[in-house]
């Protein structure tokens, strides 16, 4: 079975700083990725998904993401964050050809200081 | 606009009680999926349906039931057999063999 590590529960950065959010998986082969935002109290979007390809991928809102198979990584970034990206962060993980199930990490919460 | 609707987004009762909470979708996906938030637990999947009249466990589906009737309706009950009702619950739906997934925006349930 697939699963999904987020190894940071909660970041912190200033605004016009910097992100990196780090996702690890595992999985025999290349599975399908994505990162999805949560805003408090709502729901979650789609920022970006991989399925296989350019292993930079762009997303909405300014964010990227690059899969690296060595490290089994899927990282989010962002080279420049803003008050209103404050939110929680998942990385989810899906077995490409079976059930549409997707496995979602616990969460990575950004905090953004002016 | 298309979308997922859940209703309502505030709903408390009582211990023993069962509750449903509704999911609506006019999105036309076939596959749709409940999910229970608790504080750094992330999402876990309760139940998932990829096609009207068929719907399968997820992986903490004790205490819980669904339905799926309509293409566009998958309502959730909450039994009295639930031992920690109170959390965050998330519907959300997909295409027939797409993996990306289409979010409600939540019902948040207290359960006193």
């Known amino acids: 079975a697939q699963s999904v590590t987020q190894p940071d529960i909660h970041i912190t950065v200033s605004e016009g700083a910097s992100l990196e959010l780090r996702c690890n998986y595992s999985y025999g082969a290349t599975p399908y990725l994505f990162w999805y935002v949560q805003s408090p109290g709502q729901g979650l979007q789609l920022l970006l998904k991989?399925?296989?390809?350019?292993?930079l991928v762009q997303g909405i809102k300014g964010f990227e993401a690059e899969f690296k198979r060595s490290q089994s990584s899927f990282n989010l970034r962002k080279p420049s964050v803003h008050w209103s990206d404050a939110a929680e962060y998942f990385c989810a993980v899906a077995i490409p050809g079976g059930y549409q199930k997707v496995t979602f990490g616990i969460g990575t919460k950004l905090q953004v200081i002016p | 606009d298309g979308g997922i609707t859940q209703s309502p987004k505030y709903l408390f009762r009582k211990e023993g009680q069962n509750v449903t909470l509704s999911c609506e979708q006019n999105l036309n996906h076939d596959a749709m999926y409940w999910y229970r938030q608790d504080p750094g637990q992330g999402l876990r999947l309760i139940y998932y349906s990829q096609i009207v009249n068929d719907f399968q466990k997820g992986d903490i589906a004790e205490g819980y039931s669904v339905s799926r009737e309509k293409k566009e309706s998958f309502p959730l009950t909450v039994t009295s057999a639930q031992k920690n009702p109170t959390a965050f619950y998330l519907c959300?739906?997909?295409?027939?063999?797409?993996?990306?997934?289409?979010f409600g925006p939540g019902t948040r349930l207290t359960v006193t």
């Open positions: 959300a739906s997909s295409n027939q063999g797409s993996y990306e997934q289409y």
């Open positions: 991989y399925f296989s390809g350019d292993t």
